[in-house]
């Protein structure tokens, strides 16, 4: 009987890599051609990269790793990550887990249209402007689909609305911007927005006897919202009021806002990376949405409840699951299988929760034992390797830098060095003494 995704999250970072492809193959994550694909190590064939960029030398690879333990409403998941970072896929499976066993993760996507920008610096009237635009705002969406956006339609997509914005500009002028709504279905929908926006500056031009100076989406994405809801029950009451403290803190001071945001990117931008999808879009969009009301404040926020504890992430999150290095790269092709999205907004559903996770995760660590004790634990074989420990040393000197980190709370690379240096003169002293014996 074929395994369901559950059973395998029970001790699967304990299991070697052998054994997680297995386990992998075993619940239909991954097909025998993934698995032989990642154990030659990829892509070696530069020909593909040519076609992505120019000057092109060679491939950057990052670690490709799953979190597991990802239910995300009622639905299992295996989470595929790219990302170099110590303690990002230990941390989202450990709190994925603490929620599968005591919560639940709901999402939703609210709005579905980008957002396209076409710019009129100077317009001699926006009154007169704006009242041309939208007695033809019928006209300029027809058209659009028609002639641009046609494929869309055909999916159930496309432009959907015409809006006009007045922008200040200080020097007794009038800028006009306007903004092109569309559903881009399941694509990200960049290219085919400028399109549409390039295509309009035309026809706007003609009939506002305006000028157009520059027509390009916008990654701010308001008008489409990604949220998801972490609820914890039987939460250790103190806990949830310390976790509490803390998202307020995040919310009401930019400077730690900073960092909190960084730490939810840790959880989204490498299931980004993972799938092929641009995951600097993604960011600008989360960041100028964090600062919508004019301070940089945190995409989530966590409170108490009757019930427990109950956090939400709320950002833009604009990918897509075809079109684009998605479905062009293999590795892009092989982690949007095992993730198993169907939809770009199920995509973004399960960026939001995962997000949502790795806060969770920091504010825990953060208001209990500190972020350094989990961290710098599993970041112990890292300054082994830095030290420059042979694959037999590395387990040695982890432990013995654990013990110092558990007695003076911190480590570094130089720690690494002295215990290396020791580890090795007292092999060279236990040698010497075997030989005179």
């Known amino acids: ?89 230990a941390a989202a499976s450990k709190t994925a887990k603490w929620i599968r066993d005591s919560g639940e993760i709901t999402t939703e996507v609210i709005g579905s249209e980008i957002i396209g920008q076409i710019q009129l610096a100077k317009v001699k009237s926006f009154a007169e402007f704006e009242q041309k635009i939208l007695s033809q705002k019928n006209f300029l969406i027809d058209i659009s689909n028609r002639e641009v956006a046609f494929g869309l339609v055909r999916r159930g997509g496309g432009v959907r609305d015409i809006q006009v914005r007045q922008i200040p500009r200080g020097d007794g002028h009038d800028m006009a911007v306007v903004h092109v709504l569309m559903d881009p279905c399941d694509a990200m929908g960049a290219n085919i927005m400028n399109q549409v926006c390039e295509f309009l500056k035309e026809p706007i031009e003609q009939f ?153 995760g920091a504010l825990r660590a953060l208001t209990t034992v500190g972020i350094i004790e989990g961290h710098m634990k599993l970041h112990t074989k890292n300054l082994a390797l830095g030290a420059g420990a042979e694959e037999i040393e590395i387990p040695l000197v982890q432990k013995k830098l654990e013990e110092i980190l558990a007695i003076r709370k911190r480590i570094s690379l130089s720690n690494a060095i002295d215990v290396l240096k020791e580890l090795r003169a007292s092999k060279s002293t236990t040698h010497v003494s075997h030989t005179q014996s």
């Open 1 to 89: 009987m074929k395994k369901q995704l559950q059973d395998i999250f029970k001790g699967f970072s304990k299991l070697s890599r052998e054994e997680r492809l297995n386990a992998l193959l075993e619940v239909g994550a991954l097909n025998p051609t993934d698995v032989e694909y990642l154990v030659k190590g990829g892509l070696r064939d530069t020909s593909l990269g040519e076609k992505f960029i120019e000057n092109v030398i060679g491939y950057f690879q990052l670690p490709l790793g799953v979190a597991t333990n990802f239910r995300i409403d009622g639905k299992d998941y295996v989470i595929p990550m790219a990302v170099e970072e110590t303690s990002i896929v």
């Open 208 to 360: 506002t006897g305006e000028k157009v100076t520059m027509c390009i989406l916008s990654n701010l994405v308001d008008s489409k919202i990604t949220r998801a809801t972490v609820h914890i029950r039987d939460i250790d009451p103190d806990l949830a009021e310390k976790i509490a403290e803390a998202s307020l803190f995040a919310q009401q001071d930019p400077y730690r806002a900073a960092t909190n945001n960084k730490g939810v990117l840790n959880g989204i931008d490498p299931i980004l990376i993972a799938t092929g999808n641009d995951w600097r879009a993604v960011e600008a969009g989360i960041h100028a949405y964090a600062c919508r009301d004019g301070q940089y404040r945190s995409i989530t926020r966590w409170y108490r409840d009757e019930n427990g504890l109950t956090g939400v992430f709320e950002a833009p999150l604009i990918v897509g699951t075809v079109g684009g290095v998605t479905t062009l790269h293999p590795t892009a092709m092989m982690s949007m299988k095992m993730l198993g999205a169907t939809s770009a907004n199920e995509l973004s559903r399960i960026l939001a929760s995962v997000g949502l996770v790795q806060n969770l």
